[in-house]
């Protein structure tokens, strides 16, 4: 389980390095997209991506599973994080799709709407109350998503609606995965919620085939997303909750849009617009105002209206597909 924030100078050193390896899974999710555009481009599709990106990610996974010596989840546990290993292909596969129909900066903007969905989905779903402050929260959100589209000059209709189908999904994963046994851990989930997203899109690939690259750098980019995006974004990331815990974690990670913003524009060409960018603060003063009432109602002592987890303790990371 989650080890809880420890308190003097040793614990200021953990936060310290907590924070830093959230931040350095931020740049590595954040630049993902970006390498994933460089593979689509040699020639890879996205089942065939996904596939790699997340077989790596699960053998990754793995490894963490045996050389900690974790049980596996048997039972409705483990039917739980199968189902959601399913969905999260599903939500990886409306994000990368989106990245090849709209600019990447667009996307990676509309899925941090995911917050303020949770929120949503939990008053609507669970009937849980939501505070001044989320309701607040939701509102800002929601006008930041309509400046970030905007006339949308830089994405098709579709492109747009699979960005925020990909938000939407992936609220209802954090929802399904606020409700697994506590007893599981993240690692554990984690392995077989990756194991079960690659084995979806290998049996994608059986039917429609595999579209491989045809060149070095086309290899260079499929290795990227699955080193980059596959291994080292999900362990920086668990080793920063470890030590942060997972609330401060999701404020310190929506650095995350901007280094894709950043990236997409230095590397793509992509004009970030003023109405853009003051679409995205509002979308990310959102998280900020979610997690921060989130802390306030755990050191309440209350219960979480918004499950606001990035990761909860049975969902991996999610960006860029994961």
Not at 105 to 134: D, E, H, K, T
Not at 174 to 192: E, K, Q
Not at 219 to 226: D, M, N
Not at 237 to 243: H, N
Request: glycine share 12%.
């Amino acid at each position: 389980m989650l080890s809880q924030p420890r308190t003097g100078r040793g614990g200021t050193r953990r936060a310290a390095a907590g924070i830093l390896y959230v931040l350095a899974s931020a740049v590595c999710f954040g630049s993902m997209p970006i390498f994933a555009r460089a593979a689509f481009g040699a020639g890879v599709d996205v089942t065939t991506l996904l596939l790699l990106r997340f077989t790596a990610g699960a053998a990754c996974m793995w490894g963490v599973f045996f050389a900690r010596g974790l049980r596996l989840p048997r039972g409705k546990g483990l039917a739980m994080l199968a189902a959601m290993g399913v969905g999260y292909a599903g939500q990886a596969y409306c994000y990368f799709k989106a990245i090849t129909m709209a600019s990447v900066g667009l996307v990676s903007l509309l899925l941090y709407l995911y917050p303020a969905l949770v929120a949503i989905l939990a008053r609507v779903v669970f009937r849980q109350r939501l505070s001044g402050l989320q309701v607040a929260a939701v509102g800002i959100a929601l006008a930041g998503s309509a400046l970030t589209i905007g006339r949308a000059g830089d994405g098709q209709p579709l492109g747009i609606f699979l960005g925020i189908l990909a938000a939407v999904v992936y609220s209802a994963y954090i929802l399904t995965g606020s409700r697994i046994p506590a007893h599981i851990t993240p690692s554990a989930a984690t392995a077989v919620i990756t194991t079960t997203a690659a084995a979806t899109f290998a049996g994608m690939a059986a039917v429609r085939g595999v579209r491989l690259p045809g060149t070095l750098p086309g290899w260079s980019a499929v290795l990227a997303v699955a080193v980059v995006g596959g291994v080292l974004a999900i362990l920086f990331f668990f080793e920063g909750i470890e030590r942060v815990g997972p609330v401060r974690a999701s404020v310190y990670s929506t650095v995350e849009p901007m280094v894709t913003l950043a990236l997409a524009a230095a590397l793509l060409g992509e004009q970030v617009t003023l109405l853009r960018a003051g679409g995205g603060v509002l979308i990310l003063a959102a998280v900020v105002l979610l997690a921060r009432e989130e802390l306030r109602s755990k050191a309440a002592g209350a219960a979480s209206p918004s499950a606001l987890r990035r990761p909860s303790p049975a969902a991996p990371p999610p960006t860029a597909g994961g």
